[in-house]
C-alpha cells in the first residue's frame, strides 16, 4: 500500500482517535500526520503521547466561523491529507473549507442518520422508546450531520438502557468500526 495520509480533528476526550492511533497509525502505510484540535483538550494529548505533530488552534470571540475555517484550511493544506477525519470535532464547516476538501472529509456521528442530527442522540433515541439505536460514519458536507452516507452499525435498545450505557455500547462499536471503514478506504483509494 502506498502512503495514505490523515489528518484528524478532534476537539474532545478523544477515544476515537485514540482507537485509530492504535489500529492504523504507521500500519499498511497509514500515517496520522496531524491532530488539529480547537480546544485544550485530551486529543492534544493523545497525539503527542504518539509522537504524533499537533496544532492547537482555538476560535477566537471575534472570529466568523468562515475566518476560522481559512486559517484552518490553510493549516491543513501543506499537509497534503488524503482524508481529513473528524474524531469528535464539534464544529460545522463554512462552504470555504468543504469546497477546498470536497469528498475527503468524513465523520462519525453517534445516531442512525438522517435520524438524531446534533447533540444528545443518546437521551433521544430513550425519549423517544426507539427499539434501534447506532452509529453513522458519513461524507461532510455543508450542513449538520449531512452528507452521503458511508457506513451504519446498528444496535438493539434494551430495555435497561440509559443514555450513559448506550453511549457506552455505541462508543466501544465506533473504536472497531470507524479504524476498519477508513482502513477501506485507505485501500480502495490507493488500488484505484
Ligand atoms: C463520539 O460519540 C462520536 O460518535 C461523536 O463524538 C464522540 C466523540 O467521542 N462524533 P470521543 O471524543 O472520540 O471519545
Redesign the pocket.
Known amino acids: 500500500m502506498n502512503n495514505y495520509k490523515l489528518v484528524i480533528l478532534?476537539?474532545?476526550?478523544?477515544?476515537?482517535?485514540?482507537?485509530i492511533i492504535d489500529k492504523l497509525h504507521l500500519q499498511d502505510g497509514i500515517e496520522v500526520c496531524v491532530i488539529v484540535s480547537d480546544k485544550a483538550?485530551?486529543?492534544i494529548t493523545r497525539g503527542l503521547l504518539a509522537n504524533i505533530p499537533c496544532l492547537f488552534l482555538p476560535k477566537r470571540k471575534s472570529q466568523s466561523r468562515e475566518e476560522y475555517d481559512k486559517l484552518l484550511k490553510a493549516l491543513i493544506i501543506p499537509f497534503a491529507p488524503d482524508l481529513i477525519v473528524?474524531?469528535?470535532?464539534?464544529r460545522i464547516f463554512s462552504p470555504v473549507f468543504i469546497r477546498a476538501f470536497e469528498g475527503k472529509i468524513i465523520?462519525?456521528?453517534?445516531s442512525l442518520l438522517p435520524k438524531y442530527k446534533g447533540l444528545n442522540?443518546h437521551q433521544r433515541v430513550i425519549d423517544a422508546k426507539d427499539k434501534m439505536h447506532g452509529?453513522t460514519i458519513h461524507y461532510v458536507d455543508e450542513t449538520l450531520d449531512g452528507g452521503e452516507i458511508i457506513a451504519q452499525k446498528r444496535i438493539d435498545v434494551l430495555p435497561f438502557d440509559t443514555a450513559e450505557t448506550l453511549?457506552q455500547t455505541?462508543?466501544s462499536i465506533?473504536?472497531t468500526f470507524?479504524p476498519e471503514i477508513i482502513r477501506k478506504l485507505c485501500l480502495k483509494a490507493t488500488l484505484l
Not at 86 to 90: I, P
Open positions: 478532534s476537539s474532545g476526550y478523544g477515544s476515537n482517535l485514540q482507537s483538550s485530551q486529543s473528524l474524531a469528535g470535532f464539534m465523520n462519525i456521528h453517534p442522540t452509529t453511549e455505541i462508543k465506533e473504536h470507524y
